[in-house]
């Protein structure tokens, strides 16, 4: 059975994907903002071997993760699934300079890739990649304001997420 490590796994997609997959027999190991969603996400998935802390929405807490997460040893796969955005109303910058949407949802996959031990599979999830959007192809194309379709906003930053790790895993 594979070791599988699943970022956002407190609820939603990542909570279900890590229940599916200790129901057929695999190691799991959850990931929680904050010590109250790790706990809460071991007890939702019950038989998870255990589960990695921090916040993935600034650069330290992305650092530590990938820190918790090597000291766990390899992984088989490592599922992206933490997200946010598509609830988003206004631009919150969690370092100085980054909208924390594309801090979530672009640089913490492209750090975690980076840091850990490189694992045999990557897996992207995103519930909003159903929602349409369009990546500029040129800084000459008009840039809606941020906000001004929230969702578009978060389909974009995961678009861009999966191209960038994409790019980054093949080397």
Do not use: W
């Not at 206004?90 to 890739?113: D, M, Q, W």
């Not at 861009?160 to 790790?165: E, I, K, L, Q």
């Amino acid at each position: 059975m594979a070791r599988v490590f699943i970022t956002g796994s407190s609820d939603g997609l990542g909570l279900m994907a890590a229940g599916l997959l200790i129901e057929q027999g695999h190691e799991v190991v959850l990931h929680g903002r904050n010590e109250s969603r790790s706990r809460d996400a071991l007890t939702a998935a019950a038989g998870a071997s255990g589960a990695v802390t921090g916040d993935l929405s600034t650069i330290a807490g992305t650092r530590t993760v990938a820190d918790q997460a090597n000291k766990l040893g390899r992984f088989d796969a490592l599922i992206h699934n933490a997200g946010i955005g598509y609830r988003e109303t206004r631009r919150v910058e969690t370092e100085p300079g980054v909208p924390s949407v594309f801090a979530v949802n672009v640089l913490a996959p492209y750090i975690l890739t980076a840091l850990i031990e490189r694992p045999k599979r990557l897996v992207y999830l995103s519930s909003g990649m159903r929602i349409p959007a369009r990546l500029r192809r040129r800084q000459s194309e008009p840039q809606p304001p941020l906000g001004s379709a929230p969702s578009s906003v978060h389909c974009a930053s995961c678009a861009a997420g999966c191209v960038t790790a994409t790019s980054t895993s093949r080397h």
